[in-house]
């Protein structure tokens, strides 16, 4: 059984930055790749980035490509997502995911999540 707790989420005005980050339980955490994903309010879900078990590959929604940043410390059991240059529909509820073997946007390969840390960016 693996635990996520999201942390760094809160209200920030467009173009500003914030640091998200997932901390995990379990010994198994260096083992899988990790993503974010999103909720903006009223929308479905929606993947945001992924990174390899060895944080070597990563990948990214077009969405935020170029201002978001993932990585992850496996000695720390942490997974970050870096956000610059934040836009207003950035707004959304941010929950990290683990368990595919490979970098992936496709929740149904995701088997743990976090409960969310709520962003929202003011215009």
């Known amino acids: 059984q693996v635990q996520l707790v ?8 467009a173009g500003g930055s914030l640091r998200l980050s997932c901390a995990a339980s379990g010994r198994t955490f260096r083992f899988y790749a990790m ?3 999103r909720r903006p309010p009223g929308k ?15 990948y990214y929604a077009d969405s935020v490509k170029g ?17 610059n240059s934040l836009k207003p529909e950035d707004t959304a509820l941010y929950y990290c995911a683990s368990g595919p073997r490979g ?3 496709t929740m149904d390969e995701y088997h743990y ?7 929202t960016v003011s215009s």
């Open 44 to 58: 479905e879900r929606e993947f945001v980035a992924a990174i390899s078990a060895a944080g070597g590959s990563t």
């Open 35 to 37: 993503g974010w994903f």
């Open 103 to 105: 970098v992936t946007a």
């Open 113 to 119: 999540w976090g409960q969310g840390t709520q962003v």
């Open 6 to 13: 999201e942390s760094g989420g809160g209200l920030v005005q």
């Open 67 to 83: 201002r978001f940043t993932i990585s992850r410390d496996n000695a720390q059991n942490t997974v970050y997502l870096q956000m």
